[in-house]
């Protein structure tokens, strides 16, 4: 008699329709999770981490029922997550698929770590020019400062 090769996978239930961000670092899931607010969601929310990858070794994934993610929050994740993927699924199955990319500025979401900057002490919306992508670099149009890093603080 043949033996079978033990083979243990994990199967997670598909969503009918929503949005699945897919091949997040590891490390960054849950600051993705923060940022779409998924703690309060009526519908069904996976958050799974440390999943075997070939590009990243360990990746994470989001998986959110009836939801669309707003153009401030895909920004966001690009910040945190620059390899990240965005399938939305309707009906079941994937209708559309890309890797989330960084505008050439950015506007709202992040705040300058920069105490001097006008937009830290004026009420003024604060201006990025995206400078790099991945890892993503900011410059601020008010005081000039580059951000890197941890010093990319969002709002």
């Known amino acids: 008699m043949a033996q079978q090769a033990d083979r243990r996978e994990l199967n997670v239930s598909a969503i009918r329709n929503g949005t699945v961000i897919d091949h997040i670092h590891s490390e960054a899931t849950f600051k993705v999770a923060d940022i779409l607010q998924v703690q309060g969601e009526q519908d069904m929310v996976l958050v799974a981490m440390n999943l075997a990858s070939s590009r990243l070794g360990k990746k994470g994934i989001i998986k959110i029922e009836n939801r669309e993610l707003t153009p401030d929050e895909v920004n966001k994740i690009a910040l945190i997550a620059p390899e990240a993927t965005l399938n939305i ?66 709002k």
């Open 89 to 154: 699924i309707s009906n079941f199955q994937v209708v559309d698929k890309a890797r989330v990319e960084l505008p050439e500025s950015i506007e709202r979401i992040v705040k300058c770590f920069n105490p001097r900057c006008i937009t830290n002490n004026q009420p003024i919306v604060t201006k990025f020019e995206v400078i790099e992508s991945s890892p993503p670099a900011l410059r601020c149009l008010y005081c000039e400062r580059v951000m890197r890093g941890e010093d990319i603080i969002l």
